[in-house]
C-alpha cells in the first residue's frame, strides 16, 4: 500500500530565506512519480514540481527544487528566497507506476507561513 | 501546463439536491480524474473517466453517489447527487500528461446547507 507523510503540520520562514518541507514515502514499486502542490485559500491546486523514481537528478523548477533520496524514501521541497505569496499548503503525493493513468495519494499537508 | 476551466467555481446547496460540476480541458486527454478534499482533509480520488466507457470509482465511491460522464476527450461533468452537509468539500478535475505530470483545475467549493 501506498503511504505519504508529512510530519510538518506547520512552518514558517522568515521573507527571502529558505524552506525545506519534508515528505517520506511508502512503496514497493520501483516506478513511480513524487508530486508537490501548493494550495492557497483560494482552493486550486498548483503544481509545482514532479520527480519520477528513474529520474537521477533532482527536479529543479525556478524557486522550487525537490531533494530527492531515493534510499531514504524522501523527497523534500526546498523552496529558496521565500516570498510573502508562498504561504499556503503543500501538499507532497505519490503516484504508482510512471505513467499518468494511476491514481495519486497525497500526504495530510504542510501549511507554510511566510513572515516579512 | 494544461489550462483546466471548472464551473462553478463554488456554489452553496440546499440538502437534498443535485449539483453537476463541469471539467474543460484545453486539449484532449485520455483519462480525466475527479477529486475530493473535505474541509481540513487531503484529497481523495473519487473516480477515473475514460472517454467512450464507465468511470472506474474508487472504494467508497459509487456511481448512484457521483455520476460521471465523459462525452469527448476534453469534458466530463462530476455529480453530485442527493447533498447532505457531508459532501461539503472542494472538488477537483485533473489531468495527466506524457511527461508524468499532472495538473489540476481551481476547484468547485460546495457549501451544503
Known amino acids: 500500500a501506498q503511504k505519504i507523510t508529512q510530519t510538518q503540520p506547520g512552518m514558517f520562514v522568515q521573507e527571502k530565506e529558505a524552506v525545506t518541507l519534508d515528505c517520506t514515502y511508502d512503496?514497493?514499486?520501483?516506478?513511480?512519480?513524487l508530486f508537490w502542490y501548493k494550495q492557497p485559500s483560494s482552493g486550486e491546486m498548483i503544481f509545482l514540481i514532479y520527480?519520477?523514481?528513474?529520474?537521477?537528478q533532482n527536479a529543479t523548477e525556478g524557486r522550487y527544487s525537490l531533494n530527492f533520496q531515493k534510499a531514504r524514501k524522501s523527497a523534500n521541497l526546498v523552496i529558496s528566497a521565500s516570498q510573502l505569496g508562498d504561504s499556503a499548503m503543500y501538499f507532497c503525493?505519490?503516484?504508482?507506476?510512471?505513467?499518468?493513468?494511476?491514481?495519486?495519494?497525497f500526504g495530510a499537508g504542510t501549511i507554510l507561513r511566510v513572515k516579512s | 501546463s494544461a489550462v483546466i476551466s471548472q464551473k462553478p467555481s463554488r456554489d452553496i446547496c440546499q440538502r437534498g439536491t443535485s449539483l453537476t460540476i463541469q471539467c474543460q480541458v484545453d486539449?484532449?486527454?485520455?483519462?480525466m480524474f475527479w477529486y475530493r478534499q473535505q474541509p481540513g482533509q487531503s484529497l481523495t480520488l473519487i473516480a477515473t473517466?475514460?472517454?467512450?466507457?464507465?468511470?472506474?470509482?474508487e472504494s467508497g465511491f459509487v456511481i448512484d453517489k457521483f455520476p460521471i460522464s465523459r462525452p469527448n476527450l476534453t469534458f466530463s461533468t462530476l455529480t453530485v447527487s442527493n447533498m447532505s452537509p457531508e459532501d461539503s468539500s472542494i472538488y477537483l478535475c485533473?489531468?495527466?500528461?506524457?511527461?508524468?505530470?499532472?495538473?489540476f483545475g481551481e476547484g468547485s467549493r460546495l457549501t451544503v446547507l
Open positions: 485533473s489531468v495527466g500528461r506524457d511527461t508524468g505530470e499532472l495538473f
Open positions: 512503496t514497493s514499486d520501483q516506478s513511480y512519480g
Open positions: 520527480q519520477g523514481s528513474y529520474d537521477e
Open positions: 503525493a505519490m503516484r504508482e507506476g510512471l505513467g499518468y493513468g494511476n491514481k495519486l495519494v
Open positions: 486539449s484532449q486527454v485520455t483519462m
Open positions: 473517466a475514460n472517454q467512450g466507457s464507465e468511470a472506474t470509482y
